[in-house]
């Protein structure tokens, strides 16, 4: 039975028991409204660990003053019944004054340099400080032997590991392949902002990342050109683009002919939705 757990000691009482009983736990960390995407998460957390933790935190840290913290969709009592069923050992639900408790304001903060700064860094200057933070409060509150991540959010992963690396955090970052609707459109939880006729358009993001991946695969090199030609398109379907942007998939640094492992990113807004995608893209 899955045990939902607000206060920091009842966690810990419980983390301590599977300590002691040489279990490994892996650690799920979500903001809840969950979809199949954290579902994909969480079924392969229970295959490759004996205890799973879920956090479901709506995190006010990583939301700029303008962004969606308010009206970010809370569904806990829906969310919880299905990760119950799933199998879920722990519900690990905090309230922002536990994760914060000397306020937001006066909290020792994480940051990850230069990768946090380009892409979507470049326009939410606070999301990944937010990100990189709760994920060590929670690391340090859970301590658990693995923790997965989407691969829809590449940066926030690599920004993950690369924290995990330099702060020597004994824990296993696994990164889970995108999981998309069938029409290809990247699950997200900020998908039920769009209506119905920018749901209709949503999947053109993918379809242009696959259309730029075509062309690299016939030796069209000119990434920028490659890049400014999709934003267009993306524009003329009623996109607004934050970026289009070809990169080397081990740290998002800007492609030398030498480079072979590649990745599309992008992120565009579409009516009220910030939607982002990537490709990978092998030479």
């Known amino acids: 039975m899955m045990k939902i757990v607000t206060p920091i000691t009842e966690l810990r009482t419980q983390i301590n028991e599977w300590r002691n009983n040489k279990q490994c736990i892996a650690l799920v960390p979500t903001m809840g409204n969950l979809h199949d995407g954290h579902f994909t998460l969480v079924q392969q957390a229970l295959a490759i660990a004996d205890r799973v933790v879920v956090s479901i935190f709506v995190n006010p840290l990583q939301f700029g003053a303008t962004e969606d913290y308010q009206t970010y969709p809370r569904t806990l009592a829906e969310d919880s019944e299905k990760l119950a069923q799933l199998g879920v050992h722990l519900l690990f639900n905090p309230m922002v004054t536990t994760i914060y408790p000397s306020g937001m304001e006066s909290t020792t903060s994480i940051q990850v340099p230069k ?10 200057p606070v999301f990944f400080k937010g990100v990189a933070t709760v994920v060590n409060i929670l690391f340090n509150l859970i301590q658990p ?5 989407g691969e829809k ?4 992963l690599l920004i993950i590991k690369r924290m995990a690396a330099d702060l020597f955090i004994p824990i296993q970052i696994i990164g889970v392949p995108i999981v998309r609707e069938p029409d290809g459109l ?5 998908n039920h902002y769009l209506n119905p006729a920018q749901r209709v358009v949503a999947p053109y993001l993918f379809q242009i990342l696959n259309e730029m991946k075509t062309k690299i695969a016939a030796s069209q090199r ?3 050109r490659l890049e400014s030609e999709a934003i267009e398109s993306l524009k003329q379907l009623g996109f607004n683009p934050d970026y289009v942007s070809v990169r080397c998939r081990h740290d998002l640094t800007i492609p030398t002919p030498q480079d072979k492992k590649l990745i599309i990113l992008a992120a565009a807004w579409l009516g009220p939705a910030r939607l982002i995608d990537n490709i990978f893209c092998d030479l």
């Open 222 to 224: 000119e990434f920028t």
């Open 115 to 124: 990768l946090s700064e380009i892409l979507c860094g470049a326009s939410r």
């Open 145 to 149: 032997d693995k923790a997965l991540f």
């Open 186 to 190: 990247a699950m997200s939880s900020r």
């Open 153 to 156: 959010d590449y940066q926030q």
